[in-house]
């Protein structure tokens, strides 16, 4: 097996010995520990082994990349003439480049020395909780793993960073079935890096469960009206982040579509937004450490309370706009928490839907989003009717956030996003007739 840091020393001499030529590569292997339970059984164990190597170079101002699964040294040299060669195909632009220097460095994170049998014992503990504290919940899939990997970034001008990281995951595929009615699939991922608590209570999972069971008898909404969303969690790091991408992301800042463009400095949300890229927030427990084009990763702000403090941009856009750098490349969305109580937010609620998901393409420049509402309530006058069933909403992004009236205290962590709910009213609803 190939010492990972002797083979990036063969790949850096290799490209330091083209002419001309600034790259930078990572080197990455992963190993990962899987169980698997169908039926409340343990069906298999086994451990996956993923080997992985990106490039990217530049010379005379054009641009390559090559991807390849193999940690042999001929492989990467080959990879890397390949990209050379795909580079010199494509126009020039004085844009391309990489980060200076870094002084090298050695990241640990997360649970490097895994237990096993703990998560054995957690994973199939969690198998019959679900089924004594859920029985209408049909487990099609599940399973948890033991991630474990070390990560070697370098580029030309001298950075040298080594990553050894380890966490659990877990995923869960399910519907509702009452053996007469049934929901649609769900879907639940967690990353975690403990097992001192049943997997049940990580993330919103025991909530998801129930909101699954609860919506084996919708009921149908069959009117079109202006009201209120609370979006779930998960739902508003769908929104928010289709907003950002939209409006703060490289593509809407190169192409000019941004709504935000000229807006940084400016109130463009509610004050009662602020939005964070946070990677090294500890809720993380595998996070980059430098951004893509090799800079330190840092932890900053999209929006404090509505002012829009930064686009979420990298060297190229920063170069080619003239706008600021974002400080990381991962968007490890952190939403602050705001003073109410999901409760509470709900018996203020006068007409409208608690939301799941919004199944739905991307908006366009305007902001502008249809879509159809899955895992969703219906409330009136404080109180949840029901799960519902062949609903739209239709929506704008920046008149969402200009309209949020709430925050909730309560946050949830998956391990990629630390989220609250979040209510917002002049949204249109649209039940079917």
Same mark, same amino acid.
Request: net charge negative.
């Given at each position: 097996?190939?010492?990972?840091?002797?083979?990036?020393?063969?790949?850096?001499?290799?490209?330091?010995?083209?002419?001309?030529?600034?790259?930078?590569?990572?080197?990455?292997?992963?190993?990962?520990?899987?169980?698997?339970?169908?039926?409340?059984?343990?069906?298999?164990?086994?451990?996956?082994?993923?080997?992985?190597?990106?490039?990217?170079?530049?010379?005379?101002?054009?641009?390559?990349?090559?991807?390849?699964?193999?940690?042999?040294?001929?492989?990467?040299?080959?990879?890397?003439?390949?990209?050379?060669?795909?580079?010199?195909?494509?126009?020039?632009?004085?844009?391309?480049?990489?980060?200076?220097?870094?002084?090298?460095?050695?990241?640990?994170? +997360?649970?490097?020395?895994?237990?096993?049998?703990?998560?054995?014992?957690?994973?199939?503990?969690?198998?019959?909780?679900?089924?004594?504290?859920? $029985?209408?919940?049909?487990?099609?899939?599940?399973?948890?793993?033991?991630?474990?990997?070390?990560?070697?970034?370098?580029?030309?001008?001298?950075?040298?960073?080594?990553?050894?990281?380890?966490?659990?995951?877990?995923?869960?595929?399910?519907?509702?079935?009452? +053996?007469?009615?049934?929901?649609?699939?769900?879907?639940?991922?967690?990353?975690?890096?403990?097992?001192?608590?049943?997997?049940?209570?990580?993330?919103?999972?025991?909530?998801?469960?129930?909101?699954?069971?609860?919506?084996?008898?919708?009921?149908?909404?069959?009117?079109? =009206?202006?009201?209120?969303?609370?979006?779930?969690?998960?739902?508003?790091?769908?929104?928010?982040?289709?907003?950002?991408?939209?409006?703060?992301?490289?593509?809407?800042?190169?192409?000019?579509?941004?709504?935000?463009?000229?807006?940084?400095?400016?109130?463009?949300?509610?004050?009662?937004?602020?939005?964070?890229?946070?990677?090294?927030? $500890?809720?993380?427990?595998?996070?980059?450490?430098?951004?893509?084009?090799?800079?330190?990763?840092?932890?900053?702000?999209?929006?404090?309370?509505?002012?829009?403090?930064? =686009?979420?941009?990298?060297?190229?856009?920063?170069?080619?706009?003239?706008?600021?750098?974002?400080?990381?490349?991962?968007?490890?969305?952190?939403?602050?928490?705001?003073?109410?109580?999901?409760?509470?937010?709900?018996?203020?609620?006068?007409? +409208?839907?608690?939301?799941?998901?919004?199944?739905?393409?991307?908006?366009?420049?305007?902001?502008?989003?249809?879509?159809?509402?899955?895992?969703?309530?219906?409330?009136?006058?404080?109180?949840?009717?029901?799960?519902?069933?062949?609903?739209?909403?239709?929506?704008?992004?920046?008149?969402?956030?200009?309209?949020?009236?709430?925050?909730?205290?309560?946050?949830?962590?998956?391990?990629?996003?630390?989220? $609250?709910?979040?209510?917002?009213?002049?949204?249109?609803?649209?039940?079917?007739?």
């Amino acid at each position: 097996m190939a010492n990972l840091l002797e083979l990036s020393k063969q790949t850096y001499d290799y490209l330091m010995g083209k002419e001309g030529l600034k790259a930078d590569f990572t080197l990455a292997r992963t190993e990962e520990n899987e169980v698997t339970v169908k039926d409340g059984k343990m069906t298999m164990i086994r451990t996956l082994y993923n080997d992985a190597v990106s490039i990217r170079v530049i010379q005379n101002q054009k641009q390559g990349t090559a991807s390849i699964n193999s940690l042999v040294i001929q492989d990467i040299k080959e990879a890397i003439d390949s990209a050379l060669a795909s580079a010199e195909s494509t126009d020039a632009d004085p844009c391309y480049d990489i980060a200076p220097g870094l002084k090298p460095e050695k990241f640990e994170m +997360g649970a490097l020395e895994p237990d096993m049998d703990k998560l054995l014992s957690r994973t199939m503990e969690l198998s019959e909780m679900i089924a004594q504290r859920h $029985p209408k919940i049909k487990l099609m899939e599940m399973y948890t793993k033991y991630v474990r990997g070390t990560n070697i970034y370098r580029n030309t001008n001298g950075t040298q960073d080594e990553k050894e990281f380890g966490y659990y995951e877990l995923f869960l595929e399910y519907a509702g079935n009452d +053996g007469v009615n049934s929901t649609g699939f769900q879907y639940n991922g967690v990353d975690f890096d403990s097992l001192e608590k049943p997997l049940i209570e990580l993330s919103s999972l025991e909530k998801d469960l129930t909101d699954t069971e609860n919506s084996l008898n919708p009921i149908s909404v069959t009117e079109k =009206f202006e009201g209120e969303i609370i979006l779930t969690p998960s739902c508003a790091s769908q929104m928010l982040e289709m907003t950002i991408m939209n409006a703060a992301g490289d593509q809407a800042i190169l192409g000019q579509t941004s709504m935000w463009i000229d807006k940084v400095g400016q109130k463009v949300a509610s004050d009662k937004l602020t939005i964070a890229s946070n990677p090294w927030d $500890p809720h993380f427990p595998n996070h980059e450490v430098h951004t893509g084009d090799g800079f330190r990763s840092e932890d900053y702000t999209l929006i404090e309370k509505g002012v829009l403090k930064s =686009f979420a941009t990298n060297l190229y856009t920063s170069k080619k706009c003239g706008v600021a750098r974002a400080a990381n490349s991962s968007l490890a969305m952190v939403v602050e928490a705001g003073d109410v109580s999901l409760d509470d937010m709900i018996k203020g609620m006068k007409k +409208g839907l608690i939301v799941g998901s919004v199944s739905c393409g991307m908006p366009g420049a305007n902001g502008e989003l249809s879509g159809v509402a899955k895992n969703s309530f219906y409330v009136e006058n404080g109180e949840v009717k029901g799960a519902v069933i062949e609903t739209m909403i239709s929506l704008n992004l920046f008149d969402l956030c200009n309209n949020i009236k709430a925050i909730s205290k309560e946050r949830v962590c998956d391990g990629f996003m630390v989220m $609250p709910s979040i209510l917002a009213d002049h949204v249109t609803i649209s039940g079917k007739a």
